[in-house]
């Protein structure tokens, strides 16, 4: 059993995704989104004494839970930290250009969810907070508070693919103004669904509002592009980048990204670009693998897309 299994989280790809960094035993691996363990127990299976493991993110019950199970590992070092500083971190260790394998499991995880006063669930009632990192930033509830409604429609629509989104981003701007804005998950679920004339079959009409509001807490997509920028020189000649995504921006921005140093011209407006480079670049390794869409044992697993990448030598 790994430690995500114990934990209650079950790694999505889990063999998949240590299968693509074709980890070496004495090789140094970065896993940039600790979550529970799961794929860090599963690389550290394959280290030997001389093998290297950082542990990394940014919220900090996943970070102490690192430093519970894995802190007294000599080949281990937890960093409490976003993927934008990731590379000062690295820089600063002068470990530039020296990592063998980085794996990014991006999206809220299964523990988030499941606590419902992290505010990320639309099906537990909670506070509405959405922070991956509760210790910076506004709640989600004091940026909808602030945010201007036209802003409001385009992460909505951009970020949520929320095809009503002028209503939902109406409903929210007159709560706000007649100072009924509920601060809780439940509360916004019902205006969510309230302002939505047409239902998606088997999804929760507030499930596009949850996401898009949480990309833009977080300030999700401007971090991917971060890494997917910097990750290259990170890695050394031969080193591999594998991303699991869940949703078609993220899976979008990662595709453009592992096809090198070309132009982006198809996403819609306001996704970052990732920016065209001079080498280092990353060249894809076989097909994409895609989550079972039918798994009704792990929801998190039906959108699921793996992609694997290396550094052009």
């Known amino acids: 059993m790994t430690v995500g299994q114990a934990s209650g989280h079950e790694s999505v790809f889990l063999n998949e995704a240590v299968e693509g960094l074709n980890v070496r035993p004495d090789g140094f691996y970065i896993d940039g989104t600790y979550g529970r363990g799961g794929h860090a127990a599963a690389i550290l299976g ?3 004494e001389s093998g290297r493991l950082w542990l990394v993110d940014q ?3 996943a970070v102490a839970h690192a430093q ?3 802190g007294d590992d000599p080949r281990c070092r937890v960093v409490a930290a976003s993927f934008r500083s990731l590379g000062a971190v690295l820089a600063e260790a002068g470990c530039e250009g020296c990592v063998d394998g980085l794996l990014l499991d991006l999206g809220v995880s299964s523990p988030q969810l499941d606590e419902a006063d992290r505010g990320f669930s639309f099906m537990r009632d909670g506070p509405l907070d959405m922070r991956m990192d509760t210790t910076h930033g506004l709640t989600a509830h004091l940026w ?5 409604e036209q802003e409001l429609v385009r992460v909505l629509r951009v970020y949520g693919e929320e095809r009503f989104a002028r209503r939902v981003a109406g409903a929210i701007r007159k709560a706000r103004d007649e100072d009924r804005l509920s601060e809780t998950t439940l509360g916004l679920a019902e205006l969510v669904a309230a302002a939505i004339p047409r239902r998606e079959r088997h999804k929760h009409p507030a499930t596009r509002t949850f996401q898009a509001i949480r990309i833009a807490v977080n300030g999700e997509l401007d971090a991917l592009e971060t890494i997917l920028h910097e990750a290259p020189s990170w890695l050394r000649a031969g080193g591999r980048l594998a991303v699991i995504s869940f949703h078609s921006l993220e899976d979008r921005m990662v595709k ?3 096809r090198g140093p070309r ?3 198809d996403l819609p407006p306001g996704i970052p670009v990732v920016q065209a480079s001079t080498e280092p670049a990353l060249r ?7 989550g079972d869409r039918h798994d009704r044992n792990n929801p998190r697993a039906r959108s699921a897309v793996l992609r694997v990448a290396e550094r052009a030598a």
């Open 256 to 258: 453009r990204a592992m």
């Open 68 to 70: 519970a199970h894995f």
């Open 144 to 148: 909808l508070q602030q945010v201007d």
């Open 263 to 265: 132009p982006v011209t």
């Open 284 to 290: 894809p390794l076989g097909k994409p693998m895609f």
């Open 59 to 61: 919220d900090p019950e």
């Open 46 to 48: 394959r280290l030997d």
